[in-house]
């Protein structure tokens, strides 16, 4: 019932920047957390940040510094601004948001995915 777009993965050299954008729709009654993660080739999925509805964010150490996750409550949209991107951030990012949605009278949680957008930082 939610369904989430992401846009802005690319070819960046080391040092650069890239900004990833989430835009979530369909029966949305309220979204809670919403959030970045990433898998590298032969690794594990892994978080990058999270966001909550507050504002309150949370980092992997890896990250922490360089990159900066935001979101619009009004269009429910969460970015991840990348700065002083490495080559061991080349990954695929996935973006996830949970909340509850709508269902006739009722609402009930839901916890959707991406499809996944590939950031490669390479010279």
């Known amino acids: 019932q939610v369904q989430l777009v992401e846009s802005g993965g690319g070819l960046v050299q080391p040092g650069g920047s890239l900004r990833l954008s989430c835009a979530a729709s369909?029966?949305?009654?309220?979204?809670?957390?919403m959030g970045w993660y990433r898998q590298a080739p032969g690794k594990e999925r892994e978080l990058v940040a999270t966001i909550t509805s507050g504002g309150s964010t949370n980092y992997v150490d890896s990250v922490k510094g360089r990159f900066t996750i935001s979101r619009d409550n009004a269009n429910n949209t969460v970015d991840l601004q990348m700065n002083s991107l490495k080559p061991e951030d080349t990954a695929v990012y996935y973006c996830?948001?949970?909340?509850?949605?709508?269902?006739?009278?009722?609402?009930?949680?839901?916890?959707?995915w991406g499809q996944g957008t590939q950031v490669t930082v390479s010279s």
């Open positions: 996830t948001v949970r909340g509850r949605v709508v269902l006739g009278s009722l609402t009930r949680d839901f916890r959707s």
């Open positions: 369909g029966s949305i009654f309220s979204i809670d957390t």
